[in-house]
């Protein structure tokens, strides 16, 4: 443990896994309000201003809610360099330095490729591609935030053999699959950001039932798990499997009900922040049970 639990150090590590999946959620904010091109162009907000200017034809409210999102990004990239000092400065004599102070720098570059991101998906007028690609450069650099917490701060393990160890990656490959088909549905349904954005070509029941099917092979593919972790008296990796199976039917509850309501905002604000906690449960389980999964060598 290169870092107290209870230090400030400790704090500022939780807080940079926060506010990368709190970016998550504002970011889904300014889609559901149809805020997406309330600053119209980047970097400034409006031309001749970086922030929104009174009477701006796009309207205030959603000048101030998509000018509020990209202030969530310095806030975000403030809280990424402090943890490149503490990173620095805490792993000068570990082993792991290296390893360290890298995932410290790629969130620095994560959040910098953000900004461009974010820049150019509202110079593309909110493409549905370039949308999808801001929410899954959040979901990497999520992952990456926790495993630096992880490092600095250590974590209970618990070795895994046989069949568990070579599912939980399948778990994690199968999350990241449906977050993926998650981002396809969106990019294709009602909620684009802007009444006049581009959205994918593609028929929205069919991509729906894609992303359901997968969801079902995850709940699937975790009760299994669960119940061989039980068998195999792999107790700390049973309780998280079984908290992940509870938040993965919560989900795709939210998910069912969004889809034969109509799609509302409120629904699909929920279905979000959950896949932010699915993706960082998930995540968080492959690290704890170190299982080889291959992404572990980077993040």
Not at 88 to 110: D, F, M, T, Y
Not at 127 to 147: R, W
Request: with cysteine; charged share 15%.
């Amino acid at each position: 443990m290169l870092v107290q639990r209870k230090s400030i150090s400790a704090k500022l590590l939780s807080l940079l896994v926060f506010l990368q999946a709190a970016l998550i959620v504002t970011g889904g904010s300014v889609r559901l309000t149809g805020s997406g091109l309330g600053c119209p162009t980047w970097p400034e907000c409006t031309p001749g201003s970086y922030t929104p200017i009174p009477n701006q034809a796009e309207g205030q409210l959603h000048a101030w809610i998509e000018f509020g999102n990209r202030l969530l990004t310095f806030v975000l990239f403030f809280c990424a360099l402090a943890v490149v000092i503490i990173a620095i400065r805490k792993s000068k004599i570990a082993e792991n330095k290296q390893r360290i102070r890298s995932l410290a720098g790629l969130q620095v570059l994560g959040i910098l490729g953000q900004g461009i991101l974010g820049g150019i998906t509202v110079l593309t007028d909110l493409h549905p591609l370039t949308v999808a690609s801001h929410y899954m450069l959040s979901i990497f650099l999520i992952a990456g935030a926790i495993s630096l917490r992880y490092e600095l701060i250590g974590k209970k393990t618990q070795e895994v053999e046989g069949v568990i160890k070579f599912f939980v990656p399948v778990l994690v490959w199968l999350t990241l699959l449906v977050l993926i088909a998650g981002t396809v549905v969106t990019g294709t349904g009602p909620h684009a950001g802007d009444e006049k954005a581009e959205r994918f070509g593609f028929d929205p029941r069919t991509v729906s039932w894609i992303h359901a099917d997968l969801v079902v092979a995850l709940i699937v593919a975790t009760l299994i798990l669960l119940i061989v972790a039980r068998q195999m008296g792999s107790k700390e990796i049973g309780k998280r499997l079984a908290v992940f199976l509870i938040i993965i039917l919560a989900q795709g509850l939210i998910g069912y009900i969004q889809y034969f309501t109509g799609l509302p905002e409120g629904l699909v604000a929920a279905h979000l922040v959950g896949s932010t906690l699915v993706w960082g449960w998930v995540w968080s389980l492959a690290k704890i049970a170190q299982s080889g999964f291959k992404l572990q060598r980077f993040t």
